[in-house]
C-alpha cells in the first residue's frame, strides 16, 4: 500500500504545491468521491464535523482506497482524543488551536512512542491489523505519519518561534476564520491585522524550513490568491457542502432563468 504520509513529506521537500479538500459530513461514500474526482489529500474535520469513532475508520479506509492521503483534525489536543485515531492508521493527525510550545510538545508525545513520547501501544488498522510485525511498524512510524499543529489564534502568531523549535512537527496549518476572531476581526480576512499575521506565520515557517499552509473554503478567492502569493506549501481548499450548495444553486438559477 502506498504511503501517504512519506509522500506527503518528499513532495514537500521537493517544493510541490499540494491541494486538498475538507471532509464534514459523515458518509464515507462523498469522501471516496471526492478522492475520485482529484483531491490528493482529504482532511475529515473531526472537530466540528459529526463523526463517531466508526464514522472516522470508515472515511479513512474509503479515501485510501480511492487513492488518496488521508488526514483527521482531532477534537482537542487531548490524549484521549489522540490516540484512538492514531491506532485508526490515518497518513496525518491535525491538532487544532495549539498556542505555544508546550501544547505543541503535548501533541508530539501524544503522537510518539517511548521513549520520545507518551503514545501507549494498540495499532489496529495502523498496523494493517497486524500484518506489519511490531518491529517494521515501530520502525517507520515517525517517518510515515504527517504530524499538522493549527496556528488559529494571536497567541500563537506571537509565540510562532518557540512552536516551530519543538522536534517533531511535519507542517503547520493555518485556520483563518478563529485567527481573525482571536485579532477581533472574525471573518474579516483582507483586514491589514489578519493579513500582517498570515504573513508572520509563513515567513517564520519558511525560515524554520517547516511547510506552511492554509485550510479555506472555495469561495473566497481573493484570500486564495492572497496566500498563493505567499507560496505556502500545500492548500487545503473546499469541502462538499459548499460544492454541493455551489452545484445546487447553480442548476435551480439556470432552470428558473431559462424558464423565464
Not at 504520509?5 to 471516496?32: S, T, V
Not at 483527521?72 to 484512538?84: H, L, S, T
Not at 480576512?189 to 504573513?199: G, N, V, W, Y
Not at 478567492?221 to 496566500?227: D, E, K, S, T, V
Request: proline share 5%.
Amino acid at each position: 500500500m502506498k504511503n501517504y504520509g512519506i509522500e506527503w513529506k518528499r513532495r514537500l521537500k521537493e517544493g510541490e504545491l499540494l491541494l486538498g479538500g475538507h471532509i464534514f459530513l459523515p458518509n464515507p461514500a462523498m469522501a471516496e468521491a471526492m478522492a475520485h474526482f482529484g483531491y490528493e489529500y482529504l482532511w475529515i474535520d473531526g472537530e466540528h464535523g459529526s463523526f463517531d469513532r466508526e464514522a472516522l475508520l470508515a472515511h479513512i479506509t474509503a479515501v485510501n482506497s480511492a487513492g488518496s492521503g488521508v488526514f483527521v483534525r482531532v477534537v482537542a489536543n487531548e490524549i484521549a482524543f489522540i490516540k484512538p485515531v492514531l491506532e485508526m492508521g490515518p497518513d496525518g493527525i491535525i491538532v487544532p488551536m495549539v498556542n505555544n510550545a508546550e501544547e505543541a510538545a503535548a501533541f508530539i508525545s501524544a503522537c510518539t512512542y517511548p521513549p520520545k513520547g507518551t503514545r501507549g501501544f494498540g495499532p489496529r488498522r495502523a498496523n494493517r491489523y497486524g500484518s506489519i510485525s511490531d518491529q517494521e511498524y515501530l520502525g517507520t512510524i515517525d517517518d510515515s505519519l504527517v504530524k499538522i499543529v493549527q496556528i488559529e489564534h494571536k497567541k500563537a502568531v506571537d509565540d510562532i518561534d518557540s512552536i516551530l523549535e519543538v522536534p517533531g512537527i511535519d507542517s503547520v496549518v493555518v485556520g483563518p476564520y478563529d485567527l481573525s476572531g482571536s485579532l477581533g476581526v472574525m471573518g474579516q480576512f483582507d483586514h491589514p491585522d489578519m493579513l500582517e499575521a498570515c504573513r508572520r506565520i509563513v515567513e517564520r515557517c519558511k525560515t524554520r524550513k517547516t511547510p506552511c499552509g492554509v485550510s479555506m473554503g472555495a469561495p473566497n478567492q481573493a484570500f486564495l490568491r492572497f496566500w498563493l502569493e505567499l507560496k505556502p506549501d500545500f492548500i487545503f481548499c473546499g469541502d462538499e457542502i459548499s460544492f454541493v450548495k455551489a452545484g445546487t444553486e447553480s442548476t435551480i438559477r439556470k432552470i428558473r432563468d431559462f424558464y423565464i
